[in-house]
């Protein structure tokens, strides 16, 4: 059984610009949450989505998006980069809410 | 929002010792799962445990939800343990957002 594929591994954008990070669930997964990991802040959440609805947002600006498609796969987007964005994303699949979550190996962008 | 905290932050052992890690809670869980980071990043799910006792090979987890708590033992450590772990937890309401903890630094030395 493939594990959650995130895409791509490494990323270098410059400030200003925009980001779209993709991450393919578990087969048969329907939720999809992200998080982004920074030495300074730790893990947080960005959002989680459940059958192409947003269930849960975190406490992150209006310039980080995401959305589900029908086959689960989901795509997080962040616009007018700034250097603090420089980060690892974490994307995670579960069946549902009473269920353990999976981690993909993290996109790691950094913004310059 | 629930707050979690783990402990010690950083624990440094010689290959072969035992630990054990703690992480509590402020609120009831219905989901908690234990993570240990690799040196690349990615998190290596270890156990999914609201409640009770697991175990799986060297490692093992005990979640006591009305005390809100959980304990993850490591025995006869080795250098491949050495990473950070991670307590994550969700509460009930199908509002509730995933919390971590800030982790425990493991170092196993040879």
């Known amino acids: 059984k493939a594990g959650v594929t995130q895409t791509p591994r490494y990323l270098i954008k410059t400030r200003g610009q925009q980001v779209t990070l993709s991450c393919s669930p578990i087969s048969g997964h329907r939720s999809v949450s992200w998080y982004q990991q920074t030495p300074g802040q730790g893990l947080q959440f960005l959002f989680e989505y459940f059958s192409e609805t947003q269930r849960n947002k975190g406490n992150f600006p209006g310039r980080f998006s995401g959305r589900q498609f029908s086959n689960s796969r989901s795509e997080m987007n962040v616009s007018t980069l700034e250097l603090g964005d420089s980060a690892l994303y974490l994307c995670?699949?579960?069946?549902?809410?009473?269920?353990?979550?999976?981690f993909g190996s993290g996109t790691r962008l950094t913004v310059v | 929002g629930i707050q979690v905290e783990q402990s010690p932050p950083d624990l440094i052992l010689q290959e072969g010792a035992n630990s054990t890690l703690r992480c509590n809670f402020s609120?009831?869980?219905?989901?908690l799962q234990w993570f240990h980071q690799n040196p690349w990043g990615q998190l290596i799910n270890l156990f999914y445990?609201?409640?009770g006792t697991k175990q799986n090979g060297r490692l093992s987890a005990t979640t006591v939800a009305t005390e809100r708590y959980s304990l993850l033992y490591i025995s006869s450590s080795q250098t491949t343990d050495s990473g950070v772990y991670f307590c994550?937890?969700?509460?009930?309401?199908?509002?509730?957002?995933?919390?971590f903890g800030s982790g425990t630094r493991l170092s196993i030395r040879p």
């Open positions: 994550a937890v969700k509460g009930y309401s199908s509002a509730s957002k995933i919390i």
């Open positions: 445990i609201p409640s």
């Open positions: 995670a699949s579960s069946p549902g809410q009473d269920y353990g979550y999976t």
């Open positions: 609120d009831s869980v219905n989901n």
